[in-house]
């Protein structure tokens, strides 16, 4: 005969991974649109439609949540543009991919990267509530980049920039496009645009 308490716990832990879910989702919302400044626990809890206190049962405070979101969404992005460096057969093609996965992360994920942008980006919020793990993680998160340019250079395939200006400069370039996408009130994919932002890259980079 099954264990009621096993069972009970179970279903409460479901209860509490949808409910955590749920919160988060909102939450992601809520600083895409409003920015972690303006943000409240309050304004949280209404959209997710729970009370304040269960919001405060899962998280500690804005801050506890805010970094949450940024490190369940770095896992993903992580995990996905790890593979793509490692996929290629050349140092290029390796970079090609991971250009195009970090394209489409972005259009699966849009409320996020306005997070990214505003936690990482060259002119960031010191008050936007990451703990300093996440920055780090990003540091680490483009030596893995730098590598794969750093080998490009070593075979000739890029010029002699350096790994890192070779990063920064692509990586300058997403977020470039991503702002500017940002900023329009019902942005559309264009892939057009898209192979045209990796020409641009490649004909001031490649040999």
């Not at 409460?12 to 991974?17: I, N, P």
């Not at 304040?52 to 049962?57: A, E, F, H, P, R």
């Not at 990482?120 to 919020?125: A, L």
């Not at 540091?139 to 080998?151: I, K």
């Amino acid at each position: 005969m099954p264990d009621g308490t096993s069972a009970e716990l179970s279903r409460k832990e479901r209860d509490f991974q949808r409910h955590r879910g749920e919160i988060i989702k909102a939450a992601e919302r809520v600083f895409s649109e409003n920015g972690y400044v303006s943000t409240t626990m309050e304004e949280i809890a209404r959209q997710a439609e729970f009370g304040v206190g269960t919001l405060y049962k899962l998280f500690d405070n804005k801050a506890d949540l805010h970094t949450e979101i940024l490190r369940t969404k770095l896992n993903q992005m992580e995990q996905q543009a790890y593979a793509a460096l490692e996929a290629g057969t050349t140092p290029l093609g390796k970079i090609e991919r991971y250009f195009y996965l970090r394209l489409e992360f972005f259009w699966e994920n849009q409320e996020f990267f306005r997070l990214f942008q505003e936690t990482t980006g060259t002119v960031c919020d010191s008050r936007a509530g990451s703990s300093p793990d996440i920055l780090e993680r990003y540091q680490r998160f483009l030596s893995r980049v730098e590598v794969v340019f750093d080998e490009g250079i070593e075979t000739r395939q890029f010029r002699p920039l350096g790994g890192r200006i070779l990063t920064l400069s692509l990586e300058g370039l997403l977020r470039s496009y991503w702002s500017h996408l940002g900023r329009q009130p019902d942005p559309q994919r264009n892939r057009e645009d898209e192979k045209s932002l990796f020409e641009v890259f490649t004909q001031g980079s490649i040999r």
